[in-house]
């Protein structure tokens, strides 16, 4: 079965310190893997994908997240945090249906 | 280009009444998907159309849910009766998927509080 699992459900980092947040999957075929973003009172956003390729993918806002198909990860990483930056995060993989993560909730403290 | 947009943002009924969600997906993408976040939990799938037929509803908890896309443009979800555990955050989303693009763009959800 497709699962999605994200070790860390609070994380508290200092603003312009870096970011990496973790996400390992289980997938039957090769997997199509997305990064979203909540902030609050918004919707989901799209930061990045993984379709095929390069294993390292450049998403929106600073961030890029690298494929790691032996670890089954694709870890969200980001070399800077800005305050704005405060959100939940999720994982998702899927070609179609999406399986999500339990969630990140990133704080940036000043 | 607009988003999707989900109509109302929130809902607070009482047990037993009847709600009915909207989404109008973003124009020209066939593909719509239901999702459900309940408090605490992971955000699970509920359903998929394409275009008006219904593709996989295997995510649907019992049968007070009901999905409909008429047309094959707009969705609604209607939860007849409701009960408590229904309450948490419905997302819409739409995608194209064509030439393997699966990218789906979400709307901002509607949260259902249920009393």
Redesign the interface.
């Given at each position: 079965a497709q699962s999605v699992t994200q070790p860390d459900i609070h994380i508290t980092v200092s603003e312009g310190a870096s970011l990496e947040l973790r996400c390992n999957y289980s997938y039957g075929a090769t997997p199509y893997l997305f990064w979203y973003v909540q902030s609050p009172g918004q919707g989901l956003q799209l930061l990045l994908k993984y379709f095929s390729g390069d294993t390292l993918v450049q998403g929106i806002k600073g961030f890029e997240a690298e494929f790691k198909r032996s670890q089954s990860s694709f870890n969200l990483r980001k070399p800077s945090v800005h305050w704005s930056d405060a959100a939940e995060y999720f994982c998702a993989v899927g070609a179609g249906k999406l399986v999500f993560g339990a969630g990140t909730i990133l704080r940036v403290k000043s | 280009e607009a988003g999707?947009t989900q109509f109302p943002s929130h809902s607070v009924i009482e047990k037993g009444q009847t709600v009915t969600l909207r989404c109008d997906p973003i124009s020209g993408h066939d593909?719509l998907?239901w999702?459900r976040r309940v408090m605490g939990?992971?955000?699970?799938?509920l359903l998929?159309f394409v275009k008006e037929s219904k593709?996989?509803e295997s995510?649907m908890p019992n049968n007070r849910f009901l999905a409909e896309r008429t047309g094959g443009t707009y969705s609604t979800l209607k939860v007849q009766p409701a009960e408590l555990e229904d309450s948490g955050v419905y997302?819409c989303?739409s995608s194209q998927?064509s030439q393997?693009?699966?990218?789906?763009?979400?709307?901002?959800?509607t949260r259902l509080t249920v009393t």
């Open positions: - | 999707v593909n998907y999702y939990k992971e955000i699970k799938f998929h593709q996989d995510g997302f989303a998927e393997g693009s699966y990218e789906q763009y979400f709307g901002p959800g």
